[in-house]
Protein backbone atom coordinates (compact mmCIF):
# COMPACT_ATOMS: atom_id res chain seq x y z
CA UNK A 1 0.00 0.00 0.00
CA UNK A 2 1.31 3.49 -1.18
CA UNK A 3 1.96 5.26 2.64
CA UNK A 4 0.16 8.84 3.03
CA UNK A 5 3.10 10.46 2.37
CA UNK A 6 4.96 9.55 -0.88
CA UNK A 7 1.64 10.38 -2.80
CA UNK A 8 -0.46 12.59 -0.52
CA UNK A 9 -4.10 11.32 -0.47
CA UNK A 10 -5.00 13.88 1.49
CA UNK A 11 -2.95 16.53 3.29
CA UNK A 12 -4.06 19.45 5.30
CA UNK A 13 -5.13 17.87 8.07
CA UNK A 14 -4.27 19.62 10.95
CA UNK A 15 -6.36 22.90 9.95
CA UNK A 16 -10.07 21.20 9.91
CA UNK A 17 -8.79 19.04 13.40
CA UNK A 18 -8.23 22.10 15.43
CA UNK A 19 -11.15 24.21 13.77
CA UNK A 20 -12.82 25.96 16.41
CA UNK A 21 -16.68 26.58 17.49
CA UNK A 22 -19.26 29.25 18.19
CA UNK A 23 -19.80 29.21 22.64
CA UNK A 24 -23.07 30.75 23.58
CA UNK A 25 -22.17 33.97 25.84
CA UNK A 26 -23.71 33.67 29.37
CA UNK A 27 -27.32 32.71 30.00
CA UNK A 28 -29.73 31.87 27.00
CA UNK A 29 -32.01 34.08 27.68
CA UNK A 30 -30.54 37.36 27.65
CA UNK A 31 -31.36 38.42 24.07
CA UNK A 32 -34.15 40.10 22.48
CA UNK A 33 -35.36 39.60 18.64
CA UNK A 34 -34.06 42.21 16.13
CA UNK A 35 -36.39 44.54 17.05
CA UNK A 36 -38.87 43.90 13.33
CA UNK A 37 -41.28 41.71 14.52
CA UNK A 38 -38.81 38.72 13.93
CA UNK A 39 -38.83 36.00 16.49
CA UNK A 40 -35.90 33.87 15.72
CA UNK A 41 -35.87 30.45 16.22
CA UNK A 42 -32.68 29.81 19.02
CA UNK A 43 -31.54 26.74 20.22
CA UNK A 44 -29.11 26.00 22.45
CA UNK A 45 -27.58 22.66 22.87
CA UNK A 46 -25.60 22.66 26.24
CA UNK A 47 -22.49 21.04 27.22
CA UNK A 48 -21.17 19.83 24.21
CA UNK A 49 -17.19 19.30 22.76
CA UNK A 50 -16.79 20.55 19.64
CA UNK A 51 -14.16 18.26 17.56
CA UNK A 52 -13.57 16.56 20.60
CA UNK A 53 -12.20 19.55 23.17
CA UNK A 54 -11.54 18.77 26.69
CA UNK A 55 -14.22 21.42 28.09
CA UNK A 56 -17.61 21.73 27.37
CA UNK A 57 -19.55 24.60 26.12
CA UNK A 58 -22.97 25.64 24.61
CA UNK A 59 -23.80 26.01 21.29
CA UNK A 60 -26.07 28.66 20.07
CA UNK A 61 -28.32 28.40 17.52
CA UNK A 62 -30.38 31.42 15.34
CA UNK A 63 -32.64 30.40 12.90
CA UNK A 64 -30.62 27.72 11.53
CA UNK A 65 -27.34 29.06 11.79
CA UNK A 66 -24.64 28.81 14.33
CA UNK A 67 -23.99 32.23 16.54
CA UNK A 68 -21.73 33.29 19.12
CA UNK A 69 -24.10 36.00 19.89
CA UNK A 70 -26.33 35.57 23.28
CA UNK A 71 -29.28 33.50 22.40
CA UNK A 72 -32.79 35.60 22.39
CA UNK A 73 -34.98 35.31 25.32
CA UNK A 74 -36.85 31.64 25.19
CA UNK A 75 -34.45 29.96 23.36
CA UNK A 76 -35.08 26.08 23.64
CA UNK A 77 -32.52 24.49 25.41
CA UNK A 78 -31.21 20.92 24.25
CA UNK A 79 -28.85 18.83 26.91
CA UNK A 80 -25.80 17.27 24.85
CA UNK A 81 -24.84 15.36 27.80
CA UNK A 82 -21.11 16.23 27.19
CA UNK A 83 -20.86 14.63 23.82
CA UNK A 84 -18.66 15.37 20.99
CA UNK A 85 -20.17 17.46 18.17
CA UNK A 86 -18.96 17.24 14.86
CA UNK A 87 -20.26 18.69 11.47
CA UNK A 88 -22.67 17.52 9.62
CA UNK A 89 -21.26 15.17 6.20
CA UNK A 90 -21.78 14.97 2.66
CA UNK A 91 -22.75 12.09 0.11
CA UNK A 92 -21.59 13.73 -3.18
CA UNK A 93 -22.29 10.81 -5.18
CA UNK A 94 -24.73 7.92 -4.62
CA UNK A 95 -27.74 5.72 -6.72
CA UNK A 96 -30.77 6.04 -4.03
CA UNK A 97 -33.02 4.93 -7.26
CA UNK A 98 -31.47 1.53 -7.60
CA UNK A 99 -31.14 0.87 -3.80
CA UNK A 100 -32.91 -2.29 -2.99
CA UNK A 101 -32.50 -1.06 0.66
CA UNK A 102 -35.08 -2.23 3.28
CA UNK A 103 -36.54 -5.01 0.82
CA UNK A 104 -36.20 -8.88 0.53
CA UNK A 105 -32.39 -9.85 -0.20
CA UNK A 106 -32.29 -10.15 -4.00
CA UNK A 107 -29.41 -13.23 -5.55
CA UNK A 108 -27.02 -11.48 -7.43
CA UNK A 109 -25.79 -12.95 -11.34
CA UNK A 110 -22.48 -13.19 -12.44
CA UNK A 111 -21.99 -10.01 -14.52
CA UNK A 112 -18.88 -9.38 -17.06
CA UNK A 113 -19.42 -5.05 -18.13
CA UNK A 114 -21.58 -2.21 -17.57
CA UNK A 115 -23.77 -4.07 -20.11
CA UNK A 116 -24.60 -6.39 -17.90
CA UNK A 117 -24.91 -4.65 -14.68
CA UNK A 118 -27.33 -2.50 -16.82
CA UNK A 119 -29.61 -5.31 -17.78
CA UNK A 120 -29.69 -6.50 -14.29
CA UNK A 121 -31.13 -3.16 -12.98
CA UNK A 122 -33.29 -3.23 -15.16
CA UNK A 123 -34.40 -6.82 -13.80
CA UNK A 124 -34.26 -5.49 -10.20
CA UNK A 125 -36.49 -2.19 -11.26
CA UNK A 126 -38.69 -4.30 -12.56
CA UNK A 127 -39.30 -7.31 -9.93
CA UNK A 128 -39.35 -4.42 -6.79
CA UNK A 129 -42.26 -4.19 -4.60
CA UNK A 130 -42.27 -1.23 -3.67
CA UNK A 131 -41.56 1.80 -6.42
CA UNK A 132 -38.50 3.88 -6.77
CA UNK A 133 -39.94 6.67 -4.47
CA UNK A 134 -40.36 4.25 -1.09
CA UNK A 135 -37.17 2.81 -1.55
CA UNK A 136 -35.07 5.91 -2.39
CA UNK A 137 -36.94 7.66 0.52
CA UNK A 138 -36.05 4.59 2.46
CA UNK A 139 -32.69 4.75 1.97
CA UNK A 140 -32.19 8.67 1.89
CA UNK A 141 -33.59 8.76 5.63
CA UNK A 142 -32.19 6.25 6.90
CA UNK A 143 -28.81 8.73 5.53
CA UNK A 144 -30.02 10.90 7.79
CA UNK A 145 -30.18 8.94 10.75
CA UNK A 146 -25.89 8.80 10.31
CA UNK A 147 -25.59 11.89 9.89
CA UNK A 148 -25.82 12.87 6.32
CA UNK A 149 -27.01 16.60 5.88
CA UNK A 150 -26.67 16.86 2.40
CA UNK A 151 -26.46 14.20 -1.34
CA UNK A 152 -25.98 14.54 -4.57
CA UNK A 153 -28.73 11.72 -5.94
CA UNK A 154 -27.49 9.83 -9.74
CA UNK A 155 -31.08 8.97 -10.75
CA UNK A 156 -31.18 6.42 -13.63
CA UNK A 157 -32.68 7.94 -16.85
CA UNK A 158 -33.25 5.42 -19.58
CA UNK A 159 -36.17 4.26 -21.94
CA UNK A 160 -36.58 0.81 -19.79
CA UNK A 161 -37.58 3.17 -17.01
CA UNK A 162 -38.88 6.83 -18.42
CA UNK A 163 -38.15 9.09 -15.55
CA UNK A 164 -39.87 7.18 -13.08
CA UNK A 165 -36.35 7.45 -10.90
CA UNK A 166 -36.14 11.23 -11.48
CA UNK A 167 -40.18 11.52 -10.20
CA UNK A 168 -39.61 8.95 -7.06
CA UNK A 169 -36.29 10.27 -5.93
CA UNK A 170 -37.64 14.06 -5.79
CA UNK A 171 -40.56 12.76 -4.44
CA UNK A 172 -38.39 11.39 -1.63
CA UNK A 173 -36.38 14.59 -1.73
CA UNK A 174 -39.35 16.83 -0.75
CA UNK A 175 -40.65 14.18 2.32
CA UNK A 176 -37.05 15.00 3.48
CA UNK A 177 -36.61 18.31 2.77
CA UNK A 178 -36.42 19.78 6.45
CA UNK A 179 -33.64 16.87 7.04
CA UNK A 180 -31.71 16.81 4.04
CA UNK A 181 -30.51 18.60 1.00
CA UNK A 182 -30.26 16.91 -2.12
CA UNK A 183 -29.13 17.63 -5.76
CA UNK A 184 -30.35 15.30 -8.63
CA UNK A 185 -28.13 14.22 -11.64
CA UNK A 186 -30.57 12.94 -14.61
CA UNK A 187 -27.91 9.79 -14.93
CA UNK A 188 -27.64 8.03 -18.60
CA UNK A 189 -26.52 4.87 -17.07
CA UNK A 190 -27.21 3.02 -20.61
CA UNK A 191 -25.68 5.66 -22.56
CA UNK A 192 -26.66 8.38 -24.04
CA UNK A 193 -25.69 7.68 -27.80
CA UNK A 194 -25.78 3.97 -27.81
CA UNK A 195 -29.23 3.71 -26.15
CA UNK A 196 -32.11 5.57 -28.89
CA UNK A 197 -34.41 7.53 -26.69
CA UNK A 198 -31.88 8.43 -24.09
CA UNK A 199 -31.21 11.98 -25.40
CA UNK A 200 -34.72 13.21 -25.63
CA UNK A 201 -35.41 11.65 -21.89
CA UNK A 202 -32.71 13.91 -20.86
CA UNK A 203 -33.55 16.83 -22.59
CA UNK A 204 -37.28 15.92 -21.26
CA UNK A 205 -35.68 16.24 -17.48
CA UNK A 206 -33.61 18.94 -18.29
CA UNK A 207 -36.53 21.35 -19.89
CA UNK A 208 -38.84 20.11 -17.03
CA UNK A 209 -36.56 21.98 -14.14
CA UNK A 210 -36.88 18.10 -12.33
CA UNK A 211 -32.96 17.80 -12.04
CA UNK A 212 -30.25 20.22 -11.15
CA UNK A 213 -27.32 18.20 -13.32
CA UNK A 214 -27.24 16.14 -16.07
CA UNK A 215 -24.73 13.26 -16.62
CA UNK A 216 -22.78 10.93 -18.73
CA UNK A 217 -20.80 8.00 -18.79
CA UNK A 218 -17.15 6.68 -20.25
CA UNK A 219 -18.32 8.26 -23.33
CA UNK A 220 -15.15 6.51 -25.43
CA UNK A 221 -15.56 2.41 -23.91
CA UNK A 222 -19.41 2.52 -23.42
CA UNK A 223 -21.21 4.92 -25.24
CA UNK A 224 -18.03 4.52 -28.18
CA UNK A 225 -19.29 8.27 -29.40
CA UNK A 226 -16.62 10.66 -27.40
CA UNK A 227 -17.51 13.94 -28.97
CA UNK A 228 -21.47 13.27 -29.66
CA UNK A 229 -22.10 12.41 -26.07
CA UNK A 230 -19.81 15.55 -25.03
CA UNK A 231 -21.54 17.96 -26.88
CA UNK A 232 -25.51 16.90 -26.45
CA UNK A 233 -24.93 16.58 -22.23
CA UNK A 234 -22.71 20.02 -22.52
CA UNK A 235 -25.12 21.39 -24.63
CA UNK A 236 -28.23 20.67 -22.49
CA UNK A 237 -26.89 22.11 -19.49
CA UNK A 238 -25.62 24.89 -21.53
CA UNK A 239 -29.73 25.45 -22.96
CA UNK A 240 -31.44 25.12 -19.66
CA UNK A 241 -28.81 26.39 -17.03
CA UNK A 242 -28.01 22.70 -15.14
CA UNK A 243 -24.79 21.79 -13.94
CA UNK A 244 -22.61 18.40 -15.49
CA UNK A 245 -21.89 15.49 -13.37
CA UNK A 246 -20.20 12.72 -15.81
CA UNK A 247 -19.06 8.96 -14.64
CA UNK A 248 -15.32 8.13 -15.86
CA UNK A 249 -14.14 4.86 -15.25
CA UNK A 250 -11.53 4.26 -17.71
CA UNK A 251 -7.98 4.17 -15.87
CA UNK A 252 -5.63 4.30 -19.00
CA UNK A 253 -5.76 7.10 -22.10
CA UNK A 254 -9.11 6.98 -22.81
CA UNK A 255 -9.56 8.31 -19.46
CA UNK A 256 -7.20 11.11 -19.57
CA UNK A 257 -8.54 11.88 -23.37
CA UNK A 258 -12.21 12.16 -22.16
CA UNK A 259 -10.83 14.53 -19.17
CA UNK A 260 -9.31 16.79 -21.58
CA UNK A 261 -12.44 17.13 -23.89
CA UNK A 262 -14.18 17.82 -21.06
CA UNK A 263 -11.66 20.91 -19.63
CA UNK A 264 -12.33 21.91 -23.77
CA UNK A 265 -15.84 22.11 -23.55
CA UNK A 266 -15.75 23.74 -19.86
CA UNK A 267 -13.89 25.90 -21.08
CA UNK A 268 -15.69 26.72 -24.42
CA UNK A 269 -19.06 27.08 -22.81
CA UNK A 270 -18.05 29.15 -19.91
CA UNK A 271 -19.31 26.31 -17.28
CA UNK A 272 -16.20 26.92 -14.62
CA UNK A 273 -17.84 26.09 -11.45
CA UNK A 274 -20.47 23.51 -12.91
CA UNK A 275 -18.67 20.67 -13.57
CA UNK A 276 -17.95 17.72 -11.79
CA UNK A 277 -16.17 14.26 -12.84
CA UNK A 278 -16.99 11.05 -10.74
CA UNK A 279 -14.05 8.61 -9.96
CA UNK A 280 -11.72 9.62 -12.58
CA UNK A 281 -9.85 6.34 -12.44
CA UNK A 282 -7.20 7.72 -14.47
CA UNK A 283 -5.62 9.91 -12.04
CA UNK A 284 -4.20 8.23 -9.91
CA UNK A 285 -2.35 6.54 -12.79
CA UNK A 286 -0.58 9.24 -13.67
CA UNK A 287 2.92 10.47 -13.23
CA UNK A 288 3.67 13.35 -10.78
CA UNK A 289 4.49 15.48 -13.86
CA UNK A 290 0.82 14.24 -15.53
CA UNK A 291 -0.99 14.83 -12.47
CA UNK A 292 0.47 18.30 -12.15
CA UNK A 293 -1.04 19.49 -15.39
CA UNK A 294 -3.91 17.66 -15.37
CA UNK A 295 -4.77 18.81 -12.05
CA UNK A 296 -3.93 23.06 -12.41
CA UNK A 297 -6.59 22.85 -15.88
CA UNK A 298 -9.00 21.57 -13.90
CA UNK A 299 -8.12 23.98 -10.85
CA UNK A 300 -8.06 26.47 -13.59
CA UNK A 301 -11.62 25.60 -14.89
CA UNK A 302 -12.86 25.00 -10.98
CA UNK A 303 -13.82 21.40 -12.23
CA UNK A 304 -14.69 19.47 -9.06
CA UNK A 305 -14.21 15.30 -8.78
CA UNK A 306 -15.74 12.67 -6.51
CA UNK A 307 -14.47 9.59 -5.10
CA UNK A 308 -16.00 6.78 -3.42
CA UNK A 309 -12.49 5.22 -2.06
CA UNK A 310 -13.15 1.96 -3.75
CA UNK A 311 -9.48 0.91 -2.76
CA UNK A 312 -5.69 2.45 -2.83
CA UNK A 313 -5.26 1.78 -6.71
CA UNK A 314 -8.55 4.17 -7.30
CA UNK A 315 -8.98 6.64 -4.17
CA UNK A 316 -8.17 10.32 -5.96
CA UNK A 317 -4.53 11.64 -4.89
CA UNK A 318 -6.90 14.32 -3.02
CA UNK A 319 -3.62 16.20 -1.26
CA UNK A 320 -2.22 17.39 -4.99
CA UNK A 321 -5.61 18.03 -6.50
CA UNK A 322 -6.31 20.47 -3.30
CA UNK A 323 -3.20 21.93 -4.36
CA UNK A 324 -4.67 23.37 -7.56
CA UNK A 325 -7.68 23.87 -6.38
CA UNK A 326 -9.60 21.02 -7.30
CA UNK A 327 -12.52 20.61 -5.26
CA UNK A 328 -12.56 16.47 -4.18
CA UNK A 329 -16.09 15.35 -2.65
CA UNK A 330 -16.62 11.51 -1.44
CA UNK A 331 -19.79 8.98 -1.52
CA UNK A 332 -21.37 6.16 -1.35
CA UNK A 333 -22.09 5.22 -4.63
CA UNK A 334 -24.44 2.22 -4.80
CA UNK A 335 -26.39 0.82 -2.28
CA UNK A 336 -27.28 -2.43 -1.78
CA UNK A 337 -27.95 -2.98 -5.70
CA UNK A 338 -27.76 -5.45 -8.73
CA UNK A 339 -24.03 -3.85 -8.80
CA UNK A 340 -23.11 -4.99 -5.19
CA UNK A 341 -24.28 -6.21 -2.07
CA UNK A 342 -22.53 -3.74 -0.27
CA UNK A 343 -23.20 0.04 1.21
CA UNK A 344 -24.90 1.14 4.00
CA UNK A 345 -25.30 5.48 2.62
CA UNK A 346 -23.10 5.98 6.13
CA UNK A 347 -20.65 8.79 5.32
CA UNK A 348 -19.24 8.33 8.34
CA UNK A 349 -18.15 4.90 7.72
CA UNK A 350 -17.42 5.85 3.97
CA UNK A 351 -14.75 8.41 5.80
CA UNK A 352 -13.24 5.37 7.70
CA UNK A 353 -12.71 3.74 4.60
CA UNK A 354 -11.50 6.48 3.05
CA UNK A 355 -8.59 6.37 6.12
CA UNK A 356 -8.15 2.55 5.73
CA UNK A 357 -7.21 2.55 2.29
CA UNK A 358 -5.06 5.30 2.34
CA UNK A 359 -2.92 3.62 5.10
CA UNK A 360 -3.56 6.54 7.49
CA UNK A 361 -2.12 6.50 11.24
CA UNK A 362 -1.98 9.92 12.71
CA UNK A 363 -4.60 11.37 14.10
CA UNK A 364 -4.84 14.52 12.01
CA UNK A 365 -4.83 12.53 8.86
CA UNK A 366 -7.40 10.31 10.40
CA UNK A 367 -8.98 13.99 10.92
CA UNK A 368 -8.83 14.65 7.74
CA UNK A 369 -10.31 11.85 6.04
CA UNK A 370 -12.99 13.10 8.35
CA UNK A 371 -12.78 16.58 6.71
CA UNK A 372 -12.79 15.31 3.05
CA UNK A 373 -16.39 13.50 3.70
CA UNK A 374 -17.77 16.63 5.71
CA UNK A 375 -16.59 19.39 3.51
CA UNK A 376 -15.09 18.12 0.50
CA UNK A 377 -18.81 16.73 -0.43
CA UNK A 378 -20.04 20.20 0.20
CA UNK A 379 -17.57 22.10 -2.11
CA UNK A 380 -18.46 19.78 -4.72
CA UNK A 381 -22.40 20.82 -4.09
CA UNK A 382 -21.64 24.43 -3.57
CA UNK A 383 -22.80 24.56 -0.27
CA UNK A 384 -21.19 26.46 3.17
CA UNK A 385 -18.81 24.28 5.59
CA UNK A 386 -21.05 23.01 8.57
CA UNK A 387 -17.93 23.90 10.29
CA UNK A 388 -19.48 24.96 13.89
CA UNK A 389 -17.96 28.17 13.38
CA UNK A 390 -20.10 31.74 14.08
CA UNK A 391 -22.27 32.24 10.69
CA UNK A 392 -22.46 28.34 9.75
CA UNK A 393 -25.07 26.31 9.25
CA UNK A 394 -25.91 24.38 12.27
CA UNK A 395 -25.96 21.07 10.34
CA UNK A 396 -23.77 18.57 13.23
CA UNK A 397 -23.99 15.56 15.19
CA UNK A 398 -23.65 14.44 18.58
CA UNK A 399 -21.68 11.37 19.50
CA UNK A 400 -20.53 9.29 22.57
CA UNK A 401 -16.47 9.65 22.19
CA UNK A 402 -12.97 10.89 23.29
CA UNK A 403 -11.54 12.66 20.41
CA UNK A 404 -12.67 13.25 16.62
CA UNK A 405 -9.79 10.54 15.37
CA UNK A 406 -11.32 8.04 17.50
CA UNK A 407 -14.72 8.69 16.15
CA UNK A 408 -13.68 8.21 12.48
CA UNK A 409 -12.09 4.70 13.75
CA UNK A 410 -15.08 3.43 16.00
CA UNK A 411 -18.07 4.95 14.67
CA UNK A 412 -20.34 5.05 17.32
CA UNK A 413 -24.20 5.93 17.12
CA UNK A 414 -25.02 9.41 16.20
CA UNK A 415 -27.19 9.99 19.42
CA UNK A 416 -28.36 13.21 17.32
CA UNK A 417 -28.32 14.51 14.36
CA UNK A 418 -29.12 18.40 13.82
CA UNK A 419 -30.18 19.86 10.50
CA UNK A 420 -30.47 23.56 10.27
CA UNK A 421 -30.85 23.90 13.91
CA UNK A 422 -33.31 21.37 14.15
CA UNK A 423 -32.87 17.75 15.52
CA UNK A 424 -34.23 15.82 13.15
CA UNK A 425 -32.68 12.10 14.48
CA UNK A 426 -32.48 10.17 17.73
CA UNK A 427 -30.27 7.24 18.04
CA UNK A 428 -30.48 6.01 14.69
CA UNK A 429 -34.21 6.84 14.37
CA UNK A 430 -35.87 10.25 12.73
CA UNK A 431 -36.96 12.46 15.11
Known amino acids: MTPLSRRGVLGAAAAFAGTGAAVAAGSPATASSRGDGHRPKAVVFRDVRPFGAKKPVDLTVVDGRITDGRAPKGAKVIDGGGRVALPSLVDAHIHPDK ?8 TRKPASGIADYCAQDVEVFKSQPRPVGERAYGLMAHAVTRGTRAMRAHVDVAPAYDLAGVEGVNAARKRLGHALDVQVVAFPQHGVIRTPGTAELLEEAARSGAIDLVGGIDPISFDNAMDEQLDLVFGLADRHGVG ?35 HV ?8 TELDKMAADLGEQDISLTTVAPNESLVLPIAKLREHGVRVGLGSDGVRDSWSP ?12 LGWVTDVRLDDELADCYGVGAHGGADVMGLDHADLKPGAPADFILVRGECLPQVLVDMPQRDMVVHGGQV ?7 A
Open 99 to 106: TTWGSSWI
Open 342 to 353: FGNADMLHRAHI
Open 281 to 288: FCLPNLSD
Open 244 to 278: VDIHLHDRDEKGTKVLRAIIDRTRALSLRGKVTVS
Open 424 to 430: VARNGEL
